[in-house]
């Protein structure tokens, strides 16, 4: 039920990270797939994002849940405390995609149009996804009730997932427009990188999978990099990727993690082998967290790779604040919010 909560201790959970076992903090969410840490004198709310519900809603230290923004038929994004009372939310519905400005009065504003931006600019044409290098008598044999498998461009598709705010505006990670972009308090708009496409060579399996013909085998298919969140860390941004395709393990656990230089947007990939990384949490020394929702699990990113912290059921927000980790889980039942030390 939204707006309700219960503050309870965890259980049914395992990890291997050798901190202590979660603590839940909130659960009867609907759809919670994005969340954030305040801190005040009195300990840390969280705000979260019930996504499938199109509510904002805030749980108290004490576990308390009160909505604070309801936008009925909507899907609501990435949320994140701002200043002097203020809070930031991405909206995507039937009126658009937008950047949202919650006031301490309780009003919204508008804060930026993205998806006016997107349909207008569609930074990401300047890359090509699909299968490579096919001959056309290749191209003809594919599948053509399959969508999106011969070459082509970046188009427009707007879907601002995931935001980090600043002191001169929030960067907004555009999960269907595959880019990071900033959007400045007078609601300006740029584009700060888009992320390339996350290139697999076609294997026999793959290729018998998905229909393809066998002239595909060996070549390259650059799948769309879909960035689910960006967060700050030391040297510049971090990204996690959930790229296009199938979304379960039938190719293996492509997610992935790159970093980003907001001077001129250049992005590399630091981290693969995440299964489904919807968020991503980055502690002061640098280690990278990353929510693995197919994968049940809450990763850490080592040597470029998955090491296992915390095993949990549908895992999907992550954030870090003050030592802990606080997750949003069972995203697709009856959601929770659990915190814990990695």
């Not at 930031?88 to 930026?112: C, H, I």
């Not at 600019?121 to 009730?145: F, I, M, R, W």
Request: charged share 15%.
């Amino acid at each position: 039920m939204v707006g309700t909560g219960t503050a309870s201790a965890g259980g049914g959970y395992g990890g291997s990270g050798g901190g202590k076992g979660p603590t839940t903090l909130a659960e009867g969410l609907i759809g919670p797939l994005h969340l954030d840490v305040q801190r005040g004198h009195k300990g840390a709310d969280v705000l979260v994002s019930q996504s499938f519900a199109g509510t904002i809603s805030k749980v108290r230290s004490g576990g308390s849940v009160t909505d604070l923004v309801t936008e009925p038929g909507g899907f609501t994004g990435g949320v994140a405390g701002g200043p002097f009372g203020t809070l930031l939310y991405l909206s995507n519905g039937e009126q658009g995609a937008f950047l949202k400005l919650r006031l301490p009065g309780g009003q919204t504003v508008d804060l930026a149009d993205l998806g006016t931006y997107e349909a207008t600019k569609n930074p990401d044409q300047v890359n090509t996804y699909g299968l490579q290098g096919a001959s056309p008598e290749c191209l003809a044999q594919l599948p053509p009730d399959v969508p999106g498998l011969a070459p082509y461009k970046g188009d427009v598709n707007p879907n601002p997932y995931e935001l980090a705010v600043t002191p001169w505006g929030a960067y907004v990670a555009d999960a269907g427009g595959n880019t990071i972009l900033f959007v400045e308090w007078s609601g300006k708009i740029r584009t700060v990188s888009v992320l390339p496409p996350r290139p697999e060579v076609v294997t026999a399996e793959a290729a018998a999978g998905a229909g393809l013909p066998e002239c595909a085998v060996g070549l390259t298919f650059n799948f769309e990099p879909v960035p689910t969140d960006v967060e700050f860390g030391p040297g510049g941004l971090y990204v996690s990727s959930l790229p296009g395709g199938p979304e379960d393990a039938s190719l293996g656990a492509r997610g992935g993690v790159f970093k980003v230089d907001p001077r001129n947007g250049r992005a590399t990939l630091i981290g693969t082998g995440f299964l489904g990384a919807t968020n991503l949490a980055v502690a002061p020394n640098g280690t990278v967290y990353v929510a693995e929702l197919f994968g049940g699990k809450i990763s850490k990113l080592v040597k470029g790779g998955p090491r296992t912290v915390l095993e949990v059921t549908e895992p999907a927000g992550l954030e870090w604040s003050n030592g802990r980790l606080y997750a949003t889980t069972d995203v697709n039942t009856s959601g929770k919010v659990i915190t814990f030390r990695p």
